[in-house]
């Protein structure tokens, strides 16, 4: 199963916006995808796909965070993501 840790880029980590142009994007693929802080155990990821479940976590700019994919298209959905949070806010398109 892909795997990746990613420092969000965001200042002000993955509130509103960038949370909502991170499920989106999530929501893009077949591959469930979950997130958590980086050092979180396998049962402690949530859904990425999920909005309510992505804000709560809480991220803040400079937070690592682990993502987890399964599924025919799981490194491109995770390329993907890997690019949101890696993307300043003022340049995330959506």
């Given amino acids: 199963m892909p795997e990746r840790r990613v420092t969000v880029v965001p200042e002000e980590g993955l509130h509103a916006r960038p949370a ?8 893009e693929y077949d591959t469930e995808v979950l997130v958590g802080p980086e050092d979180a155990a396998d049962d402690d990821l ?9 804000t709560g976590l809480g991220a803040a700019g400079g937070d690592t965070l682990r993502l987890v994919a399964e599924g025919e298209d799981a490194e491109a959905a995770l390329d993907a993501l890997e690019d949101v949070l890696t993307t300043p806010e003022d340049e995330l398109e959506g």
């Fill in 20 to 27: 909502s142009v991170f499920v989106e994007t999530a929501n």
């Fill in 46 to 54: 949530v859904p990425a796909s999920s909005m309510l479940a992505v």
